[in-house]
């Protein structure tokens, strides 16, 4: 390797290790960044086995400001104050459509649909995104026991008291306009719905349309309205004191953040070094060092998610024992039960309904959803810590040896072992001096550090693929290896090698797969009975990331189903400054 390639290559690993550093992280603006997130649910009250569909829509407060977050995270938190599902979720303009899949063995009973930033985490819980929502499981012959407490009969004085969007003729704020051709419609009849902007209150939002069967809709039906006048943004600061906030803005990649601390006395661990890796057929590396309270942070690339992520505190910057801790950005969340809701026994009997419908539904194989591959995320290029080895070994073509002490000695020339004083010395021999470098190398399997050969003594002939040998004296950023060897095994023998490690310190960040509503249209087939399957949809249409200006008008099209009785149609949205919009409007299938 020649001087320019070595700088080169000096000037990259530099590059790496600087991203993790603070001064890497967005978050030391000085005008209080306060962002808020609202989430427009397809309904109120699920079967367990269906989709929710959702919009989120993220803003804040700072006039003029390109600073805000890029992902969501969204959890369902039941009854027990567990979370019983997670998911994170990628947004780029300023709003993501999704939907979220109910599994079939969620139980009967309330659930808190809870969404914030890891921004928003500096100013408390107070101010997430909460949504009750009530999740009845298709197998409960008695759903009523558990709902029976907040049922009320209709027309009671529980059932009129004021709720979130009380039915007034005209519901809805910020003057969008819903206009139809008729207000009652037939089965598998096309149904054209248009947007008015001319009585708009803002220049600009961004709209999502629904249309759901009503009885599936919560007697409080939170609209962006409601929330925002409770959660003014303008009316929050950010907590007092330092120039660096808790939690970071996550602007480009997810942020892992935690903390080292000493297993004995439990205090923080500062200026250590973590190093992050995650299996693979390479070997990739990023490192951060703690700060004086022992914490650290590290900025993900697209490479690493949906993948392994194990984190080593380096021995050669820490002493005895250390627990890592990761932050958990989904908790803990308040002591808090989700708030029931009342039920008719109109929506009681449409809830038993709706769970043969998702019986129905399950043995057609129906779910009218597709995936969305134009927001596919990029593999990304791993942070590799060398890009080719010195030397590549492949134990299976030579004659099988029984431990990883000979196999160095018998195919490894630059590699020595040795045991001596009740522990094995290792050292490589430099590549260009011949030399032994001074310290013991670097060992990865499967992608991963650890710095104890003895747990890798029992690896045989069998068992590895290759051994990369890369015996140089090494620099990535402030790291210093002498020497570096790769062990890929066949059977991803690091699961049980490493075993040693506690879960603690392996986590997988992954971000929710994009999947879009695709309901059937009817428009092509000149006989409607043509289509054999049933279609028994609760949600005739769902429209997200509806771009309106004030004064224009949009008409979009759906279809109604084989399902008769009232439909809702509501329109919700937020403005670039936080202003919300919603509108409802009923219409009838018979």
């Given at each position: 390797?020649t001087?320019?390639?070595?700088?080169?290559?000096?000037l990259a690993?530099l590059?790496?290790g600087y991203?993790n550093?603070?001064?890497?992280f967005?978050g030391s603006?000085?005008?209080p960044?306060n962002?808020?997130v609202?989430?427009?649910?397809?309904?109120d009250?699920?079967?367990?086995g269906?989709?929710?569909h959702?919009?989120?829509h993220?803003?804040?407060?700072?006039?003029g400001?390109?600073?805000?977050?890029?992902?969501?995270y969204?959890?369902?938190?039941n009854?027990?104050?567990?979370?019983?599902?997670?998911v994170?979720?990628d947004q780029r303009d300023?709003?993501?459509t999704?939907?979220?899949?109910?599994?079939d063995t969620l139980?009967?009973?309330y659930?808190?649909?809870v969404?914030?930033?890891?921004?928003?985490?500096n100013?408390?819980?107070?101010?997430?995104?909460?949504k009750?929502?009530l999740v009845?499981?298709?197998f409960?012959e008695?759903?009523?026991?558990?709902?029976s407490r907040?049922?009320?009969?209709v027309?009671?004085p529980?059932?009129?008291?004021p709720?979130?969007?009380?039915?007034?003729?005209?519901p809805?704020?910020g003057?969008?306009?819903?206009?139809t051709?008729?207000e009652?419609?037939?089965?598998?009849e096309?149904?054209?719905i248009?947007?008015?902007g001319?009585?708009?209150e803002?220049p600009?939002?961004?709209?999502?349309?629904?249309?759901v069967n009503e009885e599936?809709?919560?007697s409080?039906r939170l609209?962006a309205?409601?929330?925002l006048?409770?959660?003014?943004?303008?009316?929050?600061e950010?907590?007092a004191g330092?120039n660096q906030?808790?939690?970071?803005?996550?602007?480009?990649?997810?942020?892992?953040?935690?903390?080292?601390?000493?297993?004995?006395?439990?205090?923080p661990?500062?200026?250590?070094?973590?190093?992050l890796?995650?299996?693979?057929?390479?070997?990739s590396i990023l490192?951060?060092?703690?700060?004086?309270?022992g914490?650290?942070h590290f900025?993900?690339?697209a490479?690493?998610?949906?993948r392994?992520l194990?984190?080593l505190?380096?021995?050669q910057?820490?002493?005895?024992e250390?627990?890592?801790?990761?932050?958990?950005?989904?908790g803990?969340?308040?002591?808090?039960?989700?708030?029931p809701?009342?039920v008719?026994e109109q929506?009681?009997?449409?809830i038993?309904n709706n769970?043969?419908?998702?019986s129905?539904?399950?043995?057609?194989?129906?779910?009218?959803m597709?995936?969305d591959?134009?927001r596919?995320e990029?593999?990304g290029?791993?942070?590799?810590l060398?890009?080719?080895?010195?030397?590549t070994?492949?134990p299976?073509?030579?004659?099988d040896?029984d431990s990883?002490p000979?196999i160095?000695?018998e195919?490894?020339?630059a590699w020595?072992m040795?045991y001596?004083?009740?522990?094995y010395?290792?050292?490589?021999a430099?590549?260009?001096?011949?030399n032994r470098?001074?310290?013991?190398?670097?060992?990865f399997?499967?992608?991963i550090?650890t710095y104890?050969v003895e747990?890798l003594?029992?690896?045989?002939?069998?068992?590895?693929?290759?051994i990369q040998?890369?015996?140089?004296?090494?620099?990535?950023?402030?790291?210093?290896?002498?020497?570096?060897l790769?062990i890929?095994t066949e059977?991803?023998d690091?699961?049980?090698t490493?075993?040693?490690?506690?879960?603690?310190?392996?986590?997988?960040e992954?971000?929710?797969?994009?999947i879009v509503?695709d309901?059937p249209?009817?428009?092509?087939?000149?006989?409607?009975?043509?289509?054999?399957s049933?279609?028994l949809?609760?949600?005739l249409c769902?429209?997200?990331?509806i771009?309106?200006?004030?004064?224009?008008?949009?008409t979009?099209?759906?279809?109604?189903?084989?399902?008769r009785?009232?439909?809702?149609?509501?329109?919700?949205?937020?403005?670039p400054?936080?202003s919300p919009?919603?509108?409802?409007?009923?219409?009838e299938?018979k």
């Open positions: 390797m001087n320019n390639q070595y700088v080169c290559l000096l690993m590059f790496f991203t550093s603070a001064a890497a967005v603006s000085k005008q960044i962002e808020r609202f989430v427009h649910t397809g309904r009250i699920y079967i367990a269906e989709y929710m959702f919009t989120a993220l803003f804040n407060n700072a006039t400001t390109q600073l805000q977050s890029r992902y969501i969204m959890s369902l938190k009854q027990w104050q567990e979370v019983a599902d997670r994170i979720i300023n709003y993501v999704g939907a979220l899949y109910l599994e139980s009967t009973g659930y808190e649909l969404a914030h930033t890891n921004w928003m985490r100013e408390g819980e107070a101010c997430f995104f909460r009750s929502l009845v499981n298709r409960d008695h759903p009523e026991q558990v709902i907040a049922s009320v009969p027309g009671s529980a059932d009129r008291e709720a979130y969007g009380d039915e007034d003729p005209d809805g704020c003057g969008i306009l819903i206009h051709e008729q009652v419609y037939g089965l598998r096309k149904i054209s248009t947007l008015d001319s009585a708009m803002y600009y939002a961004t709209l999502t349309l629904s249309v599936l809709l919560g409080r609209s309205c409601d929330y006048s409770e959660n003014d943004p303008v009316k929050k950010m907590p330092g906030p808790d939690y970071f803005m996550e602007t480009e990649g997810l942020i892992i953040s935690g903390v080292l601390t000493d297993a004995t006395t439990g205090m661990v500062s200026d250590a070094r973590i190093i890796n995650t299996p693979d057929t390479i070997v490192y951060a060092t703690t700060n004086d309270h914490v650290f900025v993900l690339a490479y690493h998610y949906d392994e194990y984190f505190a380096d021995p910057t820490v002493d005895g250390v627990i890592i801790k990761l932050s958990d950005k989904f803990p969340l308040a002591d808090r039960v989700p708030q809701f009342p008719s929506q009681l009997e449409a038993r769970q043969d419908i998702v129905v539904d399950k043995n057609y194989r129906i779910d009218h597709k995936r591959t134009t596919a990029p593999a290029c791993p942070p590799l060398f890009s080719e080895p010195r030397q070994v492949y299976g073509r030579y004659v040896l990883l000979e160095s000695r195919l490894v020339h020595r040795r001596r004083d009740g522990q010395i290792s050292q490589l430099c590549a260009d001096t011949g470098l001074p310290g013991a190398p670097v060992y399997l499967d992608g550090a104890n747990k003594n029992h690896l045989k002939s069998e068992d590895i693929r290759k040998v890369h015996n140089y004296n090494w620099v990535y950023g402030s790291m210093r290896f002498p020497g570096i790769a890929f059977n991803h690091y699961l049980s490493l075993a040693h490690r506690t879960r603690s310190d392996v986590i997988r992954s971000l929710s797969g994009s509503y309901p249209s009817y428009e092509e087939s000149k006989r409607k009975d043509d289509h054999k049933p279609d949809r609760q949600l769902w429209h997200g990331g771009e309106m200006k004030r004064g224009a008008t949009k979009l099209h759906t279809y109604s189903g084989d399902l009785g009232k439909y809702t149609i509501m329109v919700q949205g937020v403005t400054d936080g919009l919603c509108v409802r409007k009923t219409i299938i």
